[in-house]
Structure formats: structure tokens, C-alpha cells
């Protein structure tokens, strides 16, 4: 299983920016994928994550009403769209993956999949 994140970059506060991840390697129809994102001197945190075949979608309370995850089926291809940004929002984000499995988690270690990350830098 691959997994490439791309889409960060700079942007000024209550700015906004899309992240994808490109996934490849299996079928992921029973799939849940999900973002994390981690700031200097700080733990891997949830932001979002969806399943694959029904579209359920689960978001940390920090980013809610913020963020929307989606995925495209056809490009196999997971989308974080990133809006209203805050200078808290700064982190490298990283998205990942699992297979099998009941509902949607928020914990990393239940994604064994995880890409590179990008770096988002948002500035006051």
C-alpha cells in the first residue's frame, strides 16, 4: 500500500487549502483512511476520517465545520479541504489507512498504512 499526501504549503490565517493523498497497491473498498496531523513538539493528532464504501465521515472537534474529508473512488484519492485556517492548524499532516474493521477510529496506531506527510504552515 502506497500512500502519497500532497497540498500543503503557506497560507495567511482564515485562509484556505486542499491536501490529497493518492492511495495505490490494493483494492480499497473495505478501507477506512483517515488524516492525522502532528505540530513541532507535539503527538500525532486526529483531524478526519471516512470509509471508503459508505462515505461515513468522523472529524476531531478542533477542525469540525472547518474541514470536510471526501474521497474520489475513481482516483483512488482522499481529499482534505481545509478551511477558515488558524496558526494552530500549522503542523506536518499525514494521511493513512486500514482495512477491515468496524467504524471509523481516530486512534493512529489503528492505521497500520501511512504516507509521507506535508507540511501546512499558517501564519497570523
Known amino acids: 500500500v502506497q500512500l502519497q499526501a500532497s497540498g500543503g504549503g503557506l497560507v495567511q490565517a482564515g485562509g484556505s487549502l486542499r491536501l490529497s493523498c493518492a492511495a495505490s497497491?490494493?483494492?480499497?473498498?473495505?478501507?477506512?483512511m483517515a488524516w492525522f496531523r502532528q505540530a513541532p513538539g507535539k503527538e500525532r493528532e486526529f483531524v478526519a476520517a471516512?470509509?471508503?464504501?459508505?462515505?461515513?465521515?468522523y472529524y476531531s472537534d478542533s477542525v469540525k465545520g472547518r474541514f470536510t474529508i471526501s474521497r474520489d473512488r475513481a482516483k483512488n484519492t482522499v481529499y482534505l479541504q481545509m478551511s477558515n485556517l488558524k496558526p494552530e492548524d500549522t503542523a506536518v499532516y499525514y494521511c493513512?489507512?486500514?482495512?477491515?474493521?468496524?467504524?471509523?477510529?481516530?486512534?493512529?496506531?489503528?492505521?497500520?498504512?501511512r504516507g509521507q506527510g506535508t507540511l501546512v504552515t499558517v501564519s497570523s
Open positions: 493513512a489507512a486500514r482495512f477491515g474493521g468496524v467504524g471509523l477510529t481516530v486512534t493512529p496506531a489503528t492505521y497500520p498504512y
Open positions: 497497491g490494493r483494492t480499497f473498498s473495505n478501507s477506512r
Open positions: 471516512i470509509g471508503w464504501s459508505d462515505d461515513s465521515t
